[in-house]
Each structure stands twice: as C-alpha cells, then as structure tokens.
C-alpha cells in the first residue's frame, strides 16, 4: 500500500511540473543541456520563473532566466521570449556574444517551447556557420 501511494504522489507531482499553465508551481522548472564550443564545454540553462501569459494576440510570453557557463564564467539574464500560442513546438531564435564567457563568435540559438519548457533545439556558431547542435 504504501509503494502505490508514493507512486501516486510521485506521478501527481510530475503531471503538475509538467504543466504550468494549468497551475502554476512556485519551484521554477528548468532544463540544462551542455554544448561543447571551440572544444569548450558550455552548460546552457533556462528555467521559467512565472506563469506564461497572452499577450491578447496569438502570442504567450514566457518569463526566464537564461543562465550560461564556461570554465571560470557565467552570464545570467533574465528575459520574456514571446512564442505562438496554440502550436505543439514554438520556436524563437536568440543570440548569444561568446566573448564574455572567455570564447569567440557568437552563438545563435533556436529554442523550443514544449509541454512547458524551454529547450535548445539548434545551435550554431558563427563566423563559420558551425553546427553545435
């Protein structure tokens, strides 16, 4: 009895983090991933602070914090990405200057917003046109 319990409560919990918009919880939910550029490993992090709203049109506005790490630094920003609302993935492209993290170039980023969070689902580095993921 109490294994089912605990699972119960276990499965409660992930149903309620993986969908903020039907109530939002206080913990912000985060991915991290980690590229690897100019032989560096960067840790990419984006946690959604707040409750994602309309704007009135067919857009919802995502509050974040986008957190990224080199060897030795890190840049935190926080920030509002602006997705289409209905759609199943919505994609938003950002931009990352790599010199103050220690590298060069710049990293453009295509992030996805699926099922309540945000993901990098492409990166490249430019000058180059390097494919990072």
Same mark, same amino acid.
């Given at each position: 009895m109490m294994r /089912? &319990? /605990? $699972?119960?409560? =276990?499965?409660?919990? &992930?149903?309620?983090? *993986? =969908?903020?918009? *039907?109530?939002? =919880? &206080? =913990?912000?939910?985060?991915?991290v991933e980690v590229l690897t550029v100019q032989g560096t490993p960067l840790t990419v992090s984006y946690c959604i602070t707040g409750a994602p709203r309309s704007t009135g049109t067919q857009e919802i506005v995502v509050p974040v914090v986008a957190t990224y790490s080199a060897p030795g630094r890190s840049l935190r920003f926080t920030n509002e990405l602006h997705f289409l609302a209905g759609e199943g993935v919505s994609r938003v492209l950002e931009s990352l200057d790599l010199s103050k993290l220690g590298l060069s170039g710049t990293? %453009? $980023?295509?992030? *996805?917003?699926?099922?309540? $969070?945000? %993901?990098?689902?492409g990166a490249l580095l430019t000058p180059g046109a390097i494919t990072i993921k």
């Open positions: /089912t &319990s /605990t $699972l119960t409560g =276990a499965l409660a919990l &992930s149903i309620a983090l *993986a =969908a903020p918009t *039907a109530g939002w =919880a &206080s =913990a912000a939910q985060c991915t990293l %453009h $980023l295509t992030l *996805a917003y699926i099922q309540g $969070l945000v %993901h990098v689902e």
